[in-house]
């Protein structure tokens, strides 16, 4: 069968790309390799239960007024109707380091007073740098890499402020250790603060159902259970497809969302005479508890905590399996319009080494997930005390679950920490879009596989 564009993946940016470009009437085939659809953001059912995989927080989040922000321009591009996705807001959530909190909710205004009352003689400089993050152009896509730190610490007086701020926009979305892109910073800091969290009503398969029917609705092909093996290159063109069952499809045009690296790889001799870029090394475990209660009934309101035992924070890969230290406290119940679900959830998410979760065998992989499901229900009672009475079922993923979902190496959530900003590859016609391309979360793939299609596809017809 012969596509004018197939894409690689069945995750937000590939749906994305792929309403867009059946909408302009191209014969367009999304593959993917698992039974699933939603990559790293799918769902899954456990005894009965509906999970998330991945969901904290839809970012982005923007009331209807604000038409610039990014939902308002996806929701335009792929012509879904506000609605469609069900989205309640947050209530609150905070950022907790010793001795200091600070809370946020989707006004930019409460971190605003926040920051001026745990850091007297910082609000000025902290508003000069809002101005500055409001300003700068972050969705230009030949934006120099930068580093943060530096420009943060131009801005602003109070090594504190930097640490708490940067933790919630690096556990959201930093492909580097220890540091990150300016923009990518802008983008996440954005997404988080001046647009704000909201949860859909009935969890991400609201949207991955949406995502469904309106690329089906408009012409697109979906073939699921269809993993690419190999990518046909003559010339520095792709020619073609072959899927593990050997089928094989020919196609003009290529946009993968496996990520750069393994791209190139499915590309065989010419990937491999391609230098490659590093893999990123950043990988979670994240566990999650049922209660057969809700948190705020146990006296815990915030809707997401980001927690850090020091005054420093330290984004990198841990020596152990799983650094403590610091992490991400989730209730979904805690969003607006959700206090009359049933049962409780809480996830908690925490930095992992995934060279050492990739390497166990299968027994000392049991055995370390117990070990730290039983870490997980102690520490969990911390912050919603009581929750080790209500709690009914546990589950909980790994580094080697997300490399399972996804293919990247390492199970690196936000992939390499090298992003292809414009999609481009060495091969003319084989384009990045997704977490390699440099838009992350639900909203940013969306808008990554929007942007490429339009880019790369629609504007040289
Ligand atoms: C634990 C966790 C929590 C998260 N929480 C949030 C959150 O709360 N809010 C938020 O906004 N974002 C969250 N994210 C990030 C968000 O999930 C991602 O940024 C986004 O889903 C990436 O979408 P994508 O389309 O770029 O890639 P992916 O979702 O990775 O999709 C790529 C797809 O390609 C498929 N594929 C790979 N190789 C092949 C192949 N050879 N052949 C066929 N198919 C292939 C994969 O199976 C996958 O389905 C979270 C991520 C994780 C891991």
Redesign the pocket.
Known sequence: MHYDVVI???????FAAGIRLAYFDKHVCI????SA?????SYYSLGGRHFD???????NYASPEKRPAPLAKLLRQLRFQRDDFALCPQGYSEIRFPGRTLRFTNDIEVLTSEVAREFPGEEDKFRRLLAKIEAYDDTRLDQAYKPARPILRDALGEQGLIEMLLCPVMY?GSAQEHDMDFTQFVTIFKSLFFEGLARPRDGVRAIIRALIEKFCGCGGELKMN????GIDVDNDRVTGLVLESGEQLTTDVVLS???YI?TMR?CGGVGAAVPEDEPGRMS?V?TIGVMDTLPQDLGHEATIVFFNDADTFAYSQPAELVDLRSGVVCCPSNYVSHEDMEEGILRL?WMANCEKWLGMDEVAYRAAKQGYLDEFVTRANVYVPGFCDRVVCTDM?TPRT?RD????INGA??GSPRKRRDGRTPIENLYI???DQGF??????ML??ISIANLQVLSKD
């Open positions: 690689i993946g069945a995750g937000m940016s590939g593959v993917e390799k698992h659809p939603g990559g790293l953001n995989v991945g969901l904290h927080a839809v970012t959201y269809a993993g690419v093996e969302s496996a990520g393994e499915l979670f994240e998410t993923f997300i979902y996804t293919g990247h959530v936000y879009c997704g977490t992350l979360g639900i909203i940013g793939a990554s596989g």
